[in-house]
């Protein structure tokens, strides 16, 4: 079969890589079983020296007892001399008389001159009579039988003392006590014990060597072997590189580094898969609502985005169009405050099912928020009006009721729509004009639909009155702040406090005046900037009252504030916030600022140096709405923050709501395994604590403990407060 020159060059690659992979993995094996890297192991010195120190103690101990034994036969060497001399001395002829010494001072000269012997007594055996002394006179003395078998070595070894019985003479009838000089005993000992040491440290130095050999090559080596494949897990446990054992026997220690193998890949394997379904989790969690699984407005803007960049590449005579439709369920509202949310979701979950059934593939189908809902619908030569695809929606919400839990809701709805490339050619700016539709719509009575017009602009126009309002209201000091309690689930105590604005807008009504929703301002504050300068008043109004309240309540409890994405990308947020600590000397550790995920996403090299800068202040950080947004796990390692603050949506639902549960289950694990608190907000009953409780959430706040409070309530409150959840009924 013929290879073409591509797969030849491939194959060749795939041999030359083969090649260099093995020749390193036995360069790597040569490294670690190498001669010289056993003997640098600490293990491998501290071995020897147990073997050798064990050895050469068991050598002086034998050493110990031998020694005595050789030193007695010296001392009978020496008496086998002189018993020789004395022999040699007493004349070969018998004598009968007995009564006389068989040695006569003629003799004894010559013996004191040829022999060691210093001293020499001798005695009748019959009647153990002295029949002469000669020399030094001896210490042992015979007096009776028993005294034959006396023998004396001086305290200093200057000299020895034996009998020599008649048995020891050839049967001559005398015993003698001989005294010889034994002052080279002590040198023959030092002599011995030297030679013997000089044997004992070789015998230990090869026995060690042998023993070594074979340990390095059964023990050591293999253990070698298995630290290092434990530190390459160790130092990268997802993808450890391991070398294949060089080890042939089979025996505990290499059974022992098979096993460690096999844990190591199959930890390897389960961090993958670990890593892996997080990955994907957070991805739904970022694009695709959880209750319904259609794209959220994340991916709605994304595809918007693809098409839209697709169409400024495609030719100018065949322009492509798309229909984008915002639809918001009427009074929605009322049917989850009279039915439950239970009821309310399995009617959101059909209405996004049956929209998505009744438009074709290429059509984009998602939910922005909680009943509302986005299409984006490439235009064709059948369906060529915008207005076309709203009337069909609209037909297919009003077509038939919804059968939810054995009840029909006859759901009515009103739609925005506007036209890509229309109505605008930036995505944000088309879907933005459907809203505003959508708005009219909603204005003019609801259950109808509204295309976009420039005619729109008054609510344009509306807006700009609303940010005129909020400039005037910050420059009159209108603008306040309330405090809703934290608490930590483990003790009850009270660790902090979020701070919320709040805004009275003062009018010339009975009442002075009514509160502005956050909710309305804080968007139009956002888009026109205004948000920075309210953002760095509430973080110095916020950090003011913290340390007035850690004075009035005598308790040091944390103020989180939350800051804005315009606040976090336009201002010098870490300046700012040094500069209010210095001036307001609240303790660092009691300011936490919660940023939103989407608030940093845009720029991750600039979210991580701030927020790493702030963090070096000494403040706490918090992901705030976490679940809502997106955040990849490699960029969330990277983030120094403290605290993950679950949505309030998912706290809610997660009682009746499985994919819910499992969404707050899954942050705090996430937040667990990151070394992180987790702070679940919108927790409105005891079986929402009992929940979290359960699920090892470290911390709560929401309306089951206190609605949002102004200062001196907050302050009272803190004061009165037992310390105990359990008596919030």
């Not at 020789?84 to 010559?110: H, L, Y």
């Not at 506007?418 to 609801?446: F, M």
């Not at 934290?486 to 010339?508: C, H, M, P, S, V």
């Given at each position: 079969m013929a290879v073409s020159i591509t797969e030849k060059n491939l194959l060749g690659t795939n041999t030359v890589g083969l090649s260099k992979e093995k020749s390193a993995q036995k360069r790597a094996k040569t490294s670690i079983l190498s001669t010289g890297k056993i003997w640098?192991?600490?293990?491998?010195?501290?071995?020897?020296?147990?073997?050798?120190?064990?050895?050469?103690?068991?050598?002086?101990?034998?050493?110990?007892?031998?020694?005595?034994?050789?030193?007695?036969?010296?001392?009978?060497?020496?008496?086998?001399?002189?018993?020789?001399?004395?022999?040699?001395?007493?004349?070969?002829?018998?004598?009968?008389?007995?009564?006389?010494?068989?040695?006569?001072?003629?003799?004894?000269?010559?013996?004191?001159?040829?022999?060691?012997?210093?001293?020499?007594?001798?005695?009748?055996?019959h009647d153990l009579l002295m029949l002469e002394n000669y020399g030094d006179s001896p210490i042992v003395q015979i007096h009776q039988a028993q005294d034959i078998t006396k023998t004396y070595w001086s305290a200093d070894g200057s000299f020895y003392e034996f009998t020599l019985r008649p048995f020891e003479l050839n049967a001559r009838p005398y015993i003698i006590v001989a005294r010889v000089a034994s002052t080279n005993v002590l040198d023959e000992k030092i002599e011995y014990a030297k030679q013997r040491m000089i044997i004992f440290f070789l015998m230990a130095s090869f026995v060690t060597s042998v023993l070594m050999l074979a340990l390095s090559r059964w023990l050591l080596e293999p253990i070698l072997f298995l630290r290092q494949s434990l530190l390459s897990a160790a130092n990268d446990a997802e993808n450890p590189h391991l070398i294949e054992p060089p080890f042939k026997t089979k025996d505990e220690i290499t059974q022992s580094i098979n096993i460690a193998h096999s844990l190591i890949l199959e930890n390897a394997k389960n961090i993958k898969k670990i890593k892996s379904a997080a990955q994907d989790q957070i991805y739904n969690l970022a694009y695709f609502d959880q209750l319904t699984f259609l794209p959220n407005r994340t991916l709605f803007l994304q595809k918007l985005t693809e098409f839209t960049a697709g169409e400024a590449q495609s030719d100018e005579d065949h322009v492509r169009r798309a229909a984008i439709i915002i639809l918001d369920l009427d009074h929605f509202k009322d049917i989850n405050d009279s039915m439950g949310h239970n009821v309310g979701d399995a009617l959101l979950k059909a209405v996004g099912k049956r929209l998505?059934?009744?438009?074709?593939?290429?059509?984009?189908?998602?939910?922005?928020?909680?009943?509302?809902?986005?299409?984006?619908?490439?235009?064709?030569?059948?369906?060529?009006?915008?207005?076309?695809?709203?009337?069909?929606?609209?037909?297919?919400?009003?077509?038939?009721?919804?059968?939810?839990?054995?009840?029909?809701?006859?759901?009515?709805?009103?739609?925005?729509?506007?036209?890509?490339?229309?109505?605008?050619?930036?995505?944000?700016?088309?879907?933005?004009?459907?809203?505003?539709?959508?708005?009219?719509?909603?204005?003019?009575?609801?259950?109808?639909?509204?295309?976009?017009?420039?005619?729109?602009?008054?609510?344009?126009?509306?807006?700009f009155q609303m940010l005129r309002d909020l400039r005037d209201a910050m420059e009159q000091d209108q603008l306040e702040l309330y405090f809703q309690p934290?608490?930590?689930?483990?003790?009850?105590?009270?660790?902090?406090?979020?701070?919320?604005?709040?805004?009275?807008?003062?009018?010339?009504?009975?009442?002075?005046?009514?509160?502005?929703?956050?909710?309305?301002?804080?968007?139009?504050?956002?888009?026109?900037?205004?948000?920075?300068?309210?953002?760095?008043?509430?973080?110095?109004?916020?950090?003011?009252?913290?340390?007035?309240w850690k004075t009035e309540t005598g308790r040091d409890i944390r103020v989180a504030i939350n800051v804005s994405g315009a606040q976090f990308q336009q201002s010098d947020l870490v300046a700012f916030t040094k500069q209010v600590l210095e001036e307001t000397s609240v303790p660092p550790h009691l300011v936490e600022l919660e940023v939103t995920e989407s608030a940093f996403m845009d720029d991750i090299d600039h979210t991580v140096l701030t927020l790493k800068a702030l963090h070096a202040l000494g403040v706490e950080l918090a992901i705030d709405d976490f679940?809502?947004?997106?955040?990849?796990?490699?960029?969330?390692?990277?983030?120094?923050?403290?605290?993950?603050?679950?949505?309030?949506?998912?706290?809610?639902?997660?009682?009746?709501?499985?994919?819910?549960?499992?969404?707050?289950?899954?942050?705090?694990?996430?937040?667990?395994?990151?070394?992180?608190?987790?702070?679940?907000?919108?927790?409105?009953?005891?079986?929402?604590?009992?929940?979290?409780?359960?699920?090892?959430?470290?911390?709560?706040?929401?309306?089951?403990?206190?609605?949002?409070?102004?200062?001196?309530?907050?302050?009272?409150?803190?004061?009165?407060?037992?310390?105990?959840?359990?008596?919030?009924?």
């Open positions: 640098r192991s600490p293990i491998s010195w501290k071995i020897t020296l147990a073997v050798f120190a064990t050895i050469l103690t068991v050598q002086v101990g034998i050493f110990g007892f031998t020694i005595q034994g050789h030193e007695q036969g010296i001392l009978d060497r020496m008496k086998q001399e002189a018993r020789i001399g004395i022999m040699q001395a007493i004349p070969a002829e018998e004598n009968t008389a007995f009564m006389q010494s068989p040695i006569d001072k003629t003799e004894w000269s010559q013996l004191s001159n040829s022999t060691k012997i210093v001293g020499l007594t001798v005695y009748n055996s998505r059934a009744a438009l074709p593939e290429t059509a984009v189908v998602a939910r922005l928020s909680e009943d509302e809902y986005a299409v984006m619908m490439p235009l064709s030569s059948s369906i060529n009006n915008s207005v076309d695809v709203a009337e069909r929606i609209l037909r297919v919400i009003r077509m038939e009721p919804f059968k939810v839990f054995n009840e029909n809701f006859q759901i009515r709805a009103s739609i925005g729509v506007s036209t890509y490339p229309d109505h605008g050619h930036d995505p944000n700016q088309v879907l933005k004009n459907a809203d505003i539709a959508l708005n009219r719509a909603k204005e003019e009575g609801r259950d109808t639909l509204k295309e976009y017009t420039a005619d729109f602009d008054r609510a344009v126009q509306q807006r934290q608490f930590d689930l483990t003790n009850g105590e009270i660790i902090g406090a979020e701070a919320l604005l709040r805004w009275f807008k003062q009018d010339n009504s009975k009442e002075g005046g009514s509160f502005i929703s956050p909710a309305v301002f804080i968007p139009i504050a956002e888009q026109s900037g205004l948000i920075v300068p309210i953002g760095e008043w509430v973080m110095r109004k916020a950090c003011e009252q913290a340390m007035k679940g809502t947004g997106y955040s990849s796990l490699s960029y969330l390692r990277q983030f120094p923050i403290d605290r993950l603050k679950i949505d309030q949506s998912f706290i809610r639902n997660a009682l009746n709501d499985v994919n819910d549960a499992s969404i707050t289950r899954t942050i705090i694990t996430l937040g667990r395994s990151l070394g992180l608190k987790v702070i679940a907000e919108g927790v409105e009953t005891k079986e929402h604590e009992a929940f979290l409780v359960d699920e090892g959430c470290d911390e709560v706040q929401g309306f089951r403990y206190s609605k949002p409070i102004p200062y001196d309530d907050f302050v009272a409150y803190v004061n009165k407060y037992s310390g105990k959840l359990a008596d919030f009924s």
